[in-house]
């Protein structure tokens, strides 16, 4: 009624996995320090993106619109409308 014992495999794999039945004492830290980089990496290329992107439209006021946040052109583009009054506060319905 156990269901068997437990199944048998080699004694001395290598993959960069761990192989069967892997469990490092370290694994905490290997995927802290694995996450902490790939944010890293992420935040890196998001940045690089963001500088690099350019627009010929610019997205409407008062709309919704992500990289209004963070895109340079786009915040620059909105502050000169707004020096010059052209921006108009939002509509409540």
């Given at each position: 009624?156990?269901?068997?014992?437990?199944?048998?495999?080699?004694?001395?794999?290598?993959?960069?996995?761990?192989?069967?039945?892997?469990?490092?004492?370290?694994?905490?830290?290997?995927?802290?320090?694995?996450?902490?980089?790939?944010?890293g990496?992420?935040?890196?290329?998001?940045?690089?993106?963001?500088?690099?992107?350019?627009?010929?439209?610019m997205?409407?006021?008062?709309?919704?619109?992500?990289?209004?946040?963070?895109?340079?052109q786009?915040i620059?583009?909105?502050?000169?409308?707004?020096?010059?009054?052209?921006?108009?506060?939002?509509?409540?319905?």
């Amino acid at each position: 009624m156990g269901g068997g014992g437990k199944i048998p495999y080699p004694k001395h794999v290598w993959s960069p996995a761990g192989g069967w039945y892997a469990q490092p004492a370290n694994w905490k830290a290997n995927t802290a320090v694995l996450g902490l980089a790939m944010t890293g990496i992420v935040g890196m290329v998001w940045m690089l993106s963001a500088n690099l992107e350019h627009r010929d439209r610019m997205p409407d006021p008062n709309r919704f619109f992500p990289s209004r946040y963070w895109s340079k052109q786009i915040i620059e583009h909105e502050r000169k409308l707004k020096e010059q009054g052209a921006i108009d506060k939002p509509v409540e319905k």
